[in-house]
């Protein structure tokens, strides 16, 4: 079994900064790309930024030049910086691994989600 756990959320002004992490545990051999996601009340999950083994970065349009995604691989830990935050920001936000258990399986886990509120 593998877990993946999010914190750093909580009630930010607009224009301030959050760091989230996450941190996966469990029967892991090995995690290729992990990302951060978000949804909104009312509306679809969404991408917000996807970071390979190797470093390779992907960010939504909204949240370019502003949210920096990065990760420690030999601690199976994902971090999303959050600068000159939006109300539209406002989300919960979910960590997601794409994992390979030391049973040489592959499995895409998410993590509960921390809740991000940027007051206007």
């Known amino acids: 079994q593998v877990q993946m756990v999010e914190s750093g959320g909580g009630l930010v002004q607009a224009g301030g900064s959050l760091r989230l992490s996450c941190a996966a545990s469990?029967?892991?051999?090995?995690?290729?790309?992990m990302g951060w996601y978000r949804q909104a009340p009312g509306r679809q999950r969404e991408l917000v930024a996807t970071?390979?083994?190797?470093?390779?970065?992907n960010y939504a349009d909204s949240v370019k030049g502003r949210f920096t995604i990065s990760r420690e691989n030999t601690k199976n830990t994902v971090y999303l910086q959050m600068n000159s935050l939006k109300p539209e920001d406002t989300a919960v936000y979910y960590c997601n691994g794409d994992v390979v258990t030391r049973n040489f399986v592959r499995i895409n886990y998410w993590g509960k989600g921390t809740l991000v509120t940027v007051s206007s």
């Open positions: 469990g029967n892991i051999l090995s995690i290729n790309a």
């Open positions: 970071i390979t083994s190797g470093g390779s970065t």
